[in-house]
């Protein structure tokens, strides 16, 4: 097979298969590819709950990370975060003209640790590939199709309940920028990358009462919060000190002058809990990540704010982020 | 060391806690309100984000000053660089937030979506290896700031000399901080009271003084019976700062003092201070946004490097443009009045959707209001 992916794999022809069948289906084949049909056709479920995603990341390879390992997990954690166990994929590649093979396939070897993860299943796909310079390396774009197990929403959101977050902040965000700048630590900062449905299944399983779900991606633990605030027109206060943040992100954050609670997450998730179950729930989280901490409480304080409590007894709001996140001059 | 070591102890609760109360008992001495500019935006960032003000007697006022390279930037020379970047042989790169900054044309950041290169860097070092990737396009660099960032334009300009890279270009809009300082001081309407200037002292930008030295503010004690305190940006370098400047007024001293020792001297940075006065000369004139012209505030390049300077090789407009006449930033910048205090603020004028750069840039007051709330 050739070294690179060439117009012609993207053709429907030969060349075509050769790619699904030599990469795509040697990792990620299943009962569902196999019938290679047009649609794949699947059994009723009880409560279906359906999202998509496209993916497009400079580097397509990070620390903690690869943009296979980010597609999955994004998708099937869009799908957690509603209570929803992911069961069925579909997987969308456009790649473009000289793309090396090798690196597609250690793309979609993380796809399949992902998959395994989250015991879910790709049955359906696509492969399209796209001249030279008309796209960034590879995109991929996936729907995901799971089954609500527990139902968790934003509407269940009341006054007292506690705010939770599974780990440390910002590390995606600042190890995107870090190596994308090409900013060079003692520590280099690794992505918080990962599937969160085996933490949510647990705390499903312990039957605590979670209010509402939501992993904090684009946007941050900011956007996360004020979008609740919002939608429930409540006050969420937090203390910042609770929100832990390791020293190398704030590093980071210092140098370009961004705020933590900006800056993206691709593993770590909010969560408003009932106030009688917080402390089974942080123990829970405990387990998958030390770093995980009661951050704060709902309350009709400042209805729509996100209100931050220093440690030394000031207050200030945080704001929704907006527009591009650019350093800062001085 | 890491870098954690260098902010931790600068944000440490009990320190700010303990400052605090110093600056209350110290102010419980003073006869009257004392009004201090804190001249950088930076200082009005740390004030607002981590809640200082809060922490501060009722007879110590902040004024928010001028001193954010973005906002104080008329939108004619906006529009300098929107026209630049349109060019189809230009990639034209600056410093941060300034892409968001509307001109009368539009932002860069409209530039860049209308077909304009426009990119921006961390360094003005960073402007070299795009020229180098460009040989067949003029790469302009727009060079913005105070004292903090003049010496890292003239240091690009040393290396593309000595390089010899010939498709680099120039648009100087770097300004200084203390003729602005006069400026305010100096500016007397004799009709409208309230106009004229409250300042009693000055909180000088660490930053600035790293660069030029302490010895830029000297003639605010001895000519304008103003002291000055040079101090960081942490929170307790701000709090140290202000307590300082309560003691100056409580035992009758009107001085320039320094906060910020850890890295600024009397003498400043002798090294880059050449640098500058090596390829860049003083303007006689620089509109500022909203303050209008100012003698010798702003550098530009020196005749010799001519052949560097995108306002000589490009035909440019000279009209002034006014700003939107519901916009206030003037007085904001003046120190004459408060965000809150523009009818516009946080109705047509938002971060998302700016009439004026002081709601734009992440140093400028409105931002900073707007961004972190009335609590204050």
New interface residues.
Partial sequence: MQKTITLSMGNGGIENQELIEKIIFRHIKNEFLERAEDATSLSEFKNPVFTTDSFTITPLFFKGGDIGKLAVAGACNDLAMMGAKPKFLSLSFIIEEGFNVRDFEKIVRSIKKELDINEAKVVTGDTKVVPKESCDGIYINISAIGERVKEFSQKNIEVGDVVLISGDIARHGASIFASR?GIEL?NEITSDCKSLWPVVERLIKEDVKIKACRDATRGGVAAVLNEWAKAKDLCFEIEEAKVKVS?EV??IC????FEPFILANEGTFVAAVDINDSQKALEILKEFNENASVIGIVTDEYPQ?V?LK????????L?MP???I????? | M???D??DRFRD?KA??AL?KEIEKEAEKLDRTINIMEV?G?HTHTI?????L??MPKNINFIHGPGC??CIMPKERIDHAYILAMREDVILCT??????VPGSKGSL?DARSNGGDVR?V?SPLDVLKIAKENPDKKVIFFA???E??TPMTAALLENAIKQNIKNMLFHINHVTVPEVMKELIDSRDEHVDSYNNQIDAFLGPS?VSVIAGSKIYEQFPSQYNRPVVVSGFE?VDVMEGVLMMVSQFVEGRCEVEIQYKRSVSKEGNLKAQELIENYFEKRELFKWRGLGNIPKSAWKLKDEFGEFDAEKIYELPKEEIEDHKLCICGDILRGIAKPTECQVFGTACT??KPLGSCMVS??GACAAY????N?L
Avoid at chain 2, 48 to 52: A, N, W
Avoid at chain 2, 370 to 373: I, L, N, P
């Fill in positions: 700048e003692e020293d704030r590093g210092e140098i370009l002058g704010k209100l220093s440690e030394w007894g000031t207050r200030r709001f704001d907006s527009g591009e650019l350093p800062r001059i001085c | 890491v870098l954690k260098l902010y609760p700010i806690q605090s950088c930076g607002m984000k981590y809640g200082l809060q922490l390279p973005v410093l941060g937030d300034m892409i968001k950041q921006f961390y913005i700031g105070f903090t960032t930053h929170p971060p998302q992440s140093e707007y961004k972190y709330g609590l």
